[in-house]
C-alpha cells in the first residue's frame, strides 16, 4: 500500500468529516456527534493551524489526516506544539499510516522551535495511548475523561 503524505486545506474538509465520523463509531464519548458540531469543530482545527493539517491518500482516498498545532498555549503556561486530532479510517489501520502522520506533523513543530508536544487522549481509548507510547510520548495526569500525553525532544 502506497501512503502519500501531502498539505491538508478547506477543500478537505468534506472528506475529513466523513473520515471522522468513521474513525470515532465506537469511541462516541470522546467525539462530537451531529454532523453541525463536527463541522464547526473541523473548522476550528483547519484555522488554529494551517500549516499543521497533514493529509494521508492511499490512490485518491483520504486515508487519514492529523492536525498539529505549533502556537498552543497549555494549561500549563507552556507555550507548546499540540496535536489537537489524528484520525485514520478504519479499513486503513495497523498499516502504518498514523506513524507517518505523526512524523509529518512532529517534524513540523519541531521546525517551529517547539520541543514539547502535547496532546489529550480518551481515558479508555487503549489502541490511541498505545499508539502514542508507541511513539515515545509518555501518560501524564487525568482531567475529567482526558488524559495529557507528552513527548520531549
Ligand atoms: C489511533 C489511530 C490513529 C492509529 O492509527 P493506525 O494507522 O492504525 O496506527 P499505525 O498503524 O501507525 O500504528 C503504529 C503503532 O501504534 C501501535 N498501535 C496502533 N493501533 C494499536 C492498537 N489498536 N492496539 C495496540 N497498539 C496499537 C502499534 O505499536 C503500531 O505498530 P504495529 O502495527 O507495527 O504493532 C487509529 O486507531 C484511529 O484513528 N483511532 C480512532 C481515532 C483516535 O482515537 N484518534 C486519536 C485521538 S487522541
Known amino acids: 500500500m502506497e501512503v502519500r503524505i501531502r498539505r491538508g486545506s478547506r477543500q478537505d474538509l468534506p472528506a475529513f468529516l466523513e473520515a471522522y465520523r468513521e474513525a470515532y463509531r465506537g469511541l462516541e464519548e470522546y467525539s462530537y456527534r451531529s454532523r453541525r458540531r463536527i463541522k464547526a469543530y473541523l473548522h476550528w482545527l483547519i484555522t488554529r493551524d494551517r500549516e499543521g493539517v497533514f493529509v494521508a491518500e492511499v490512490g485518491d482516498s483520504l486515508a487519514g489526516f492529523i492536525c498539529a498545532d505549533s502556537n498552543w498555549v497549555?494549561?500549563?503556561?507552556?507555550?507548546?506544539g499540540a496535536i489537537h486530532e489524528l484520525?485514520?479510517?478504519?479499513?486503513?489501520?495497523?498499516?502504518?499510516?498514523?506513524?507517518?502522520?505523526?512524523?509529518?506533523?512532529?517534524?513540523?513543530?519541531?521546525?517551529?522551535?517547539?520541543?514539547?508536544?502535547?496532546?489529550?487522549?480518551?481515558?479508555?481509548?487503549?489502541?490511541?495511548?498505545?499508539?502514542?507510547?508507541?511513539?515515545?510520548?509518555?501518560?501524564?495526569?487525568?482531567?475529567?475523561?482526558?488524559?495529557?500525553?507528552?513527548?520531549?525532544?
Open 87 to 153: 484520525v485514520v479510517r478504519p479499513e486503513y489501520r495497523r498499516r502504518g499510516v498514523a506513524r507517518r502522520l505523526m512524523e509529518a506533523g512532529m517534524e513540523y513543530l519541531r521546525s517551529r522551535g517547539r520541543r514539547v508536544i502535547e496532546l489529550w487522549v480518551g481515558v479508555d481509548n487503549h489502541s490511541a495511548r498505545r499508539f502514542y507510547e508507541s511513539l515515545g510520548f509518555r501518560a501524564g495526569d487525568v482531567v475529567g475523561k482526558w488524559r495529557r500525553m507528552l513527548k520531549t525532544f
Open 74 to 80: 497549555s494549561d500549563t503556561g507552556e507555550t507548546v
